[in-house]
């Protein structure tokens, strides 16, 4: 099966940027999604098809994919961006959905 | 309003079951993909199952013959039937509404989750 690799946490200071990575095998060949929850919170999607952002998320949250990394960037981190974060790709192979295991993103 | 609300969840005895609800509102669930995510305690997403619209159904391997998707259209509610349950099956579960193209899907509304206990 398919395995996605997050780092388990990422830490940054208000005001500066976040990179979050996902990595996996050839993961460019294929879309990846994004989802941020907050503490005792539903999981929200922020990015869709590697880099598309759904109405409602802010212009600072992006997202790129290419090679075997996926990577989500948080520019202007803010206090109320402290989160986890999780990737997510659909395995065509089995039509299974496949999570990376979630990154802590802690704000300084 | 899109509107996913999750209900079932509880505390249940190792080998017992659960009948977990996701009641849909703002669309309709047979037009839709379905999944359910749940989470352990302290844990990452992990994914469960999906019904796609013409009713085909998938199932993670850890749960495949144990865990039953399905929806009553009539109720606009999709329904997870959880057997034989083991302890490693304790996870907030959540369900979500999924958009796809033709080769990806992504959940684009979720639940607020529905807690599942599995101990004797």
């Known amino acids: 099966s398919y395995v996605l690799t997050q780092p388990p946490s990422v830490s940054v200071a208000p005001g500066e940027t976040a990179t979050i990575t996902c990595g996996g095998d050839?993961?460019?060949?294929?879309?990846v999604h994004w989802y941020q929850q907050r503490p005792g919170l539903a999981p929200v999607l922020v990015i869709h098809?590697?880099?598309d952002r759904p109405s409602g998320i802010p212009e600072r949250f992006s997202g790129s994919n290419s090679g075997n990394m996926a990577t989500l960037t948080i520019s202007r981190v803010e206090a109320g961006d402290e989160a986890d974060y999780f990737c997510?790709?659909?395995?065509?192979?089995?039509?299974?959905?496949?999570f990376g295991g979630g990154t802590k993103l802690t704000v300084l | 309003e899109v509107q996913m609300v999750e209900s079932g969840g509880g505390l249940v005895q190792p080998g017992g079951s659960l009948r977990l609800s996701c009641a849909a509102s703002?669309?309709?669930?047979?037009?839709?993909?379905i999944s359910w995510v749940r989470q352990a305690p302290g844990k990452g997403l992990e994914w469960v199952s999906v019904?796609?619209?013409?009713?085909?159904?998938y199932y993670a391997d850890s749960v495949k013959g144990r865990f039953t998707i399905y929806r009553d259209n009539s109720k606009n509610t999709v329904y997870l039937q959880m057997n034989s349950l083991r302890p490693e099956d304790t996870a907030v579960y959540y369900c979500?509404?999924?958009?796809?193209?033709?080769?990806?899907?992504?959940?684009?509304?979720w639940g607020q989750g529905t807690p599942v206990t599995v101990s004797s």
């Open positions: 703002g669309f309709t669930v047979d037009g839709n993909y």
């Open positions: 019904i796609y619209r013409g009713g085909i159904t």
């Open positions: 050839s993961i460019g060949g294929r879309s």
């Open positions: 997510q790709v659909w395995d065509s192979s089995s039509d299974h959905r496949v």
């Open positions: 098809y590697d880099s």
């Open positions: 979500a509404r999924e958009f796809c193209s033709t080769d990806n899907c992504y959940m684009a509304n």
